[in-house]
């Protein structure tokens, strides 16, 4: 089965940006979406946007639009997401996930970002 | 957007009896087109990322053992754990997909008594 894996914990400024990348192992792009999927500590999951690689659609929660870019690079395979103008309450895990569509089969093991002065 | 409300928020059930977890849309998630609902179920560990469970409302991903069983149409949903195991315990999160933004319930926890 296909695995996605992200890039390493972070701790970021406020006001900052910071940008987590995602890759599926054996990957390449296929037609499946991927989405950017947020988890606060002790808290549920919030879905963030996502991007259909292999054609480059992308679509943003509006909670979210305007400080997050996701974005792929074909070349090596991989998902970028960057937020922008951190706060605190963004310190949180940020997953990757896949799916046929705005479900998600595979998930990254997950990215803490730590937003602290 | 469409709110995804669960019931409970938490839950205790005994080795071996049957888990019921609800989940509510504020509106339909079903595709007349299709007659499909789009409505996921995912079980999250301690420290790790959620898994698929169900999807459609009612199939079973695959792998996913078949105590684990999804319901309803429209608006309500259930989640069924016909005989809990010890591995079950975890939050479980319910997902719309119907539109976009997509969006979680809140979670439910599911402990042993």
């Known amino acids: 089965q296909v695995q996605l894996v992200q890039s390493g914990a972070e701790v970021k400024k406020p006001g900052s940006s910071v940008n987590v990348s995602c890759k599926p192992s054996?990957?390449?792009?296929?037609?499946?979406?991927i989405s950017w999927v947020r988890q606060a500590p002790g808290q549920g999951l919030e879905w963030m946007g996502g991007i259909i690689p292999i054609i480059g659609t992308t679509i943003y929660a509006q909670k979210f639009q305007g400080r997050v870019k996701i974005s792929t690079n074909e070349s090596t395979s991989t998902t970028y997401m960057e937020l922008s103008s951190l706060r605190s309450e963004d310190t949180a895990v940020f997953y990757c996930?896949?799916?046929?569509?705005?479900?998600?089969?595979?998930w990254g093991q997950g990215t803490l970002v730590t937003v602290s002065s | 957007d469409i709110v995804m409300t669960q019931s409970p928020d938490s839950l205790a059930v005994s080795l071996g009896e049957r888990a019921t977890i609800n989940c509510k849309s504020s509106?339909?998630?079903?595709?007349?087109?299709?007659?499909?609902?789009?409505l996921a179920w995912y079980q999250q560990k301690t420290g790790q990322p959620p898994k698929l469970l169900i999807y459609?409302?009612?199939t079973r991903e695959s792998g996913v053992p078949d105590r684990f069983s999804g319901s309803g149409s429209g608006t309500d949903f259930t989640l069924t754990i016909s005989s809990l195991q010890a591995e079950d315990v975890a939050v479980y999160y319910c997902?719309?997909?119907?539109?976009?933004?997509?969006?979680f319930g809140q979670g439910t926890k599911l402990e042993i008594k």
């Open positions: 459609s409302a009612s």
């Open positions: 997902q719309q997909y119907y539109s976009t933004p997509n969006s």
């Open positions: 054996g990957g390449t792009f296929s037609s499946y979406a």
């Open positions: 996930a896949r799916g046929p569509g705005w479900f998600f089969v595979n």
């Open positions: 509106q339909s998630v079903l595709y007349s087109s299709n007659n499909k609902n789009s």
